[in-house]
Structures are given as C-alpha cells and as structure tokens.
C-alpha cells in the first residue's frame, strides 16, 4: 500500500477568492493549526515578483516565507507555487533549508523551458514538484514523453493537475496507468483537482485505490475553498484516512480554521458547485470564463453553455477577459434599423417628466414618496428589466435575456434591445450595441436607457429604484426572483463604476433621485 500524505493547499489556491488577502493574524492561526491536524505539507502561496504585503499569501522572496515559518514545526514541509514565467530563475538563492519546496506550475506548449527551469532549481537544492496544467488534455504519447523528461531531472514530484475541474474516473485511471508505468519509483504521484463536476473527493479515492508502489501525495483545502466551485475538501480527506487506510490526523484543528479564517469569508465571497462552473468543465474552459458570464446576469444559462462552446480551442485554458467580452458581444453584434423604434420614443417622450424605475427594495421601502411624486408630476413611466407590481408603467425596457425570459405579462408595452430573441410582435426594437458604454458594466440598463434618452434630446429625467449595490443580496432588489449574484468583493466597485458612468451622463442630462441611493453622482444642472 502506497503512502499517502496531503498537501493542503488553502493559502496559495484558496486565495483566488479574496486575492491571497488573508491577514498576517489569519495566515499565522491557519498554519498553526495546520500544523496540529499533522499534514504534510503546507502550500504557503504563490513566489512572485511582487512587493511584500505580510496580510497576502504572495511572497517576493523565500526569505519573506522563512521568517513567518519562524519556530514552526520542523517536521512540516512548506511548498510555495511558481507560475512559469513569472519568476525569473536568478532571484531565487541556493537553498538554505531543506523543509522548503517549490512546485512548477506550466502549460504544455512550455514543457522543454519550464522542465530545465526545474532542473535549475534542483540544482539549487530544492525539492521540486511538476505540475502540468490541464493534464487531461495529453494523449497517452504526450504523457510518456513528459514522464521521461520527469524521470531525467528526478524531482520530488509529478502531479495530475485536473485545471478545469473536468477530469472522471476514466481519465484519473488512464493518466494514473501511462505516469505510473514509466516513472521513477522514487516520484511521488500527486494530484490537484478542481470540484466543477463534484467528482474532486471521488477521483482522489479513485487514486488511492490503485496507486500501491509509490509515494501519494493529494492536495486539498480546508472548507473546499477555490474559485468557483472550489477545490477537495482537506476536512474530508484527512478524516477519511484515518477511517480508511490508519492514518492520524488531528480534525479539530481544521475544523477552528473553517469557524475562525474560513466561514468569514465564505460568507462574503462563496463557492461551490452551480450549473455554469459544471458546464465550464464539460467544455474544458478556464473557470473565469463561466465566472464572467454568470456575474453578468444577464443570460440563462443555456446561452452560457453556447458562449462557452464558442471558444477557440487554444484559447480555453487561459483566461482572455478581452476575448470573452467580444464573444458575449458578438452573439448579440445584429445590427438593426431602429429608425422607426427612435422616432416612436422620440415623438412619446419629448415634452414629457420622465420617470425609470430601476427594480430597487427602495420601490417597496419608499413607495409612499414614488407615489406622491407621480401624483404631483404625472410623468411618463418606464420600467427597467422588470415589471413593476405596485406602480402602472407606460413602457418596460429590457436589455436583459434572462430577465425578458422571467417576465410574465409580455402583453405589456415593451421596448427591447436587438439581443432578445424571439420578440413579441408588439415590441419596438432598438439596437442593442448602439447603447452600450466603455466600462465593465457596459451593458447596465440605466446606463443604456439614460444614453437613450440623450440621444433623443431628452433634458431631464428622474429615477426610482436605482438604490446601488448593497452587501446584502436581500436588500438589493424589490423582489427576490431579481437577486443578484454579485460578490461582495465586487460590490464597491460596482458602485464605483456606476456612480463615474451616472456622474458622465448628468453633463448632459438632468437627474433626479426620487429615491435614496447608494451612487456617489456629481449632478450637474443642464439648461
């Protein structure tokens, strides 16, 4: 029976989540801890060619690491990660203690750089681990020439590194049968997974089961903690070693990291299974890929999984913000004639109080003061991305796919932009792409109406419901069926885009709040 040993890797790929900003307390109670549930090996985060921060798990240099493990526990390993590429070679001195090591991290068109990358650092004094990204996508052929490369520079490690989350039994087994048949007896196996498919903790027992003739070494992080849909529990594998296979390890400990580091930060910023991470798997892609659709909200998730298809095959295992955006564009790039769509708002609105209702909790906590405001003003009612229950609009307009697919009065007066298909025969269309902004929220439906009536010559507007990005999801919209998924990590700078796009559009249009908002906009009276 192999030794099997864990390398928790919580400070290193469970700071994805909230940018390895843990806190010098956090960190120090997590390795503490660490230490007493007796894993072997604790990866401290990522070398990078940084400026030190002592709350971030990123180190600059080892000896940032060195001084922070003071008087820790010498019979713990300490691993900290390289992306290949990032971390020039001469910055990292012979090694001075032998309780360090170092993992490689690299993509396959890199293999013949980065494996002389590691030799260097063998050379050095390192104990090296390899890890190859997206392991399954190696024919049988790829692997065993990978291997052979492995067993010339003789490093602590190899790891099946499962990127996207994708990986079955019947993949873990090929891999496990083509690696395990040519490496060096001396190599330990290692295995990094990623949960999309919620196979994680089954593919590592899958492993267990058959890796008899070497060293085993499977990463995990306490609570799961990864981006998206998170990573194999360390919680769950160490207690099923000691149930299964004689193991020692100390659950206590990794349970006060998940009350005390973990369960804070999980309630800001979740994760764990959703339908768009397991179709980022089944389509082999980067999982920021699904992250920025889903963030999106604005399509259902069987548009996701036709965008996911959509990308090149050599772009899917590296995350191109750019690339994505233009996809998500493109799908609904249709240019239309809305001559006849401008003209109508034009002739309806001109000489008209204009009043949009955002789908805000404000309609329901300050309806007595939108009430009155209409009663007094009498203006022209359009509601956006919703239809509103307690207030009659003249007009609805939608931007948003998902949310167009949940209305339930489709009779009413619509306005709808040219990325809704399948459009009542009632509706007036505008062209969706002629509305949208320069920022991350390109495509808000304020800001696209607001361009709207700009466009169209329209002086003065008020607005109710657009109350911001609050950090509680409840308190967000007037009714749950339009809770938002947003992190808090992103609220502020969600609020922070709006109010820079708000305060742009009052140079050129008035804005009145009729109720209390959450955007910091610099109004500017238009004559």
């Known amino acids: 029976m192999s030794k099997i040993k864990v390398l928790d890797c919580t400070l290193r790929d469970g700071g994805y989540v909230n940018q390895w900003n843990f806190g010098i307390r956090n960190i120090r109670k997590i390795f503490d801890n660490l230490i007493k549930s007796h894993v072997e090996y604790i990866e401290c985060g990522f070398l990078k060619n940084i400026e030190y921060n002592e709350n971030e798990t990123l180190f600059p240099t080892i000896s940032y690491l060195l001084k922070l493990l003071t008087e820790q526990c010498s019979e713990t390993l300490y691993t900290l990660m390289i992306n290949f590429g990032e971390y020039p070679i001469e910055n990292i001195p012979e090694c001075a203690e032998k309780n360090i090591l170092l993992r490689v991290v690299f993509k396959k068109n890199d293999i013949a750089e980065s494996l002389e990358y590691c030799k260097r650092l063998i050379e050095k004094g390192y104990g090296v ?25 003789k490093p602590n490690g190899l790891t099946i590194v499962d990127t996207t989350g994708a990986m079955k039994e019947k993949d873990i087994l090929t891999a496990f049968y083509v690696i395990d048949s040519s490496l060096d007896k001396n190599i330990a196996l290692c295995f990094h997974s990623h949960n999309n498919l919620q196979l994680s903790f089954s593919n590592a027992q899958c492993l267990m089961k058959v890796c008899n003739d070497r060293e085993l070494i499977i990463d995990s992080t306490v609570f799961g903690m990864g981006r998206g849909a998170g990573n194999l529990c360390t919680e769950l594998l160490t207690q099923y ?19 005390e580091q973990i369960n804070p930060i999980f309630a800001k910023t979740p994760w764990g299974y959703s339908v768009p991470y397991y179709l980022a798997a089944t389509n082999h ?15 259902p998730v069987e548009f996701i999984n036709s965008l996911l298809q959509s990308i090149p095959d050599n772009k899917k295992s590296s995350y191109d913000t750019d690339l994505i955006k233009q996809l998500y564009l493109d799908k609904f790039s249709a240019v239309i004639d809305d001559t006849d769509t401008v003209k109508y708002l034009t002739n309806i609105l001109s000489n008209k109080k204009v009043l949009l209702l955002a789908p805000g909790k404000s309609l329901k906590t300050e309806k007595d003061t ?9 203006p022209f009612i359009v509601s956006l991305n919703f239809i509103p229950e307690d207030f009659e609009e003249n007009l609805a307009f939608i931007t948003n796919v998902k949310r167009f697919l949940s209305l339930n009065n489709n009779e009413a007066p619509l306005i709808l932009t040219s990325n809704i298909e399948n459009r009542p025969k009632h509706a007036y269309v505008l ?15 304020a800001l696209m109406v607001l361009k709207l009536l700009i466009n169209i010559g329209v002086k003065s507007v008020s607005i109710a419901g657009l109350d911001g990005f609050n950090t509680v999801a409840t308190e967000n919209y007037v009714s749950d069926d339009l809770i938002n998924t947003a992190k808090v990590n992103e609220i502020d700078e969600r609020n922070d885009i709006m109010s820079e796009e708000l305060s742009k559009m009052s140079e050129n249009i008035n804005i009145n709040f009729v109720t209390k908002t959450l955007y910091k906009v610099a109004v500017k009276s238009i004559s």
């Open 370 to 378: 939108i009430k009155k405001f209409i009663n007094a003003e009498n």
């Open 431 to 445: 062209n969706y792409s002629s509305y949208l902004n320069n920022s991350k929220m390109f495509d808000n439906v």
């Open 285 to 299: 892609c980067h999982p920021n890929y699904a992250k920025y659709l889903v963030d999106k909200q604005t399509v």
């Open 129 to 153: 681990f390899v890890n190859p990204m997206h392991t399954n996508t190696y024919s049988s052929s790829e692997l065993l020439n990978l291997v052979r490369k492995v067993n010339e520079i």
């Open 241 to 259: 070693l000691n149930d299964n296979y004689g193991a020692n390890y100390d659950i206590v400990p990794i349970l006060k990291i998940i009350d």
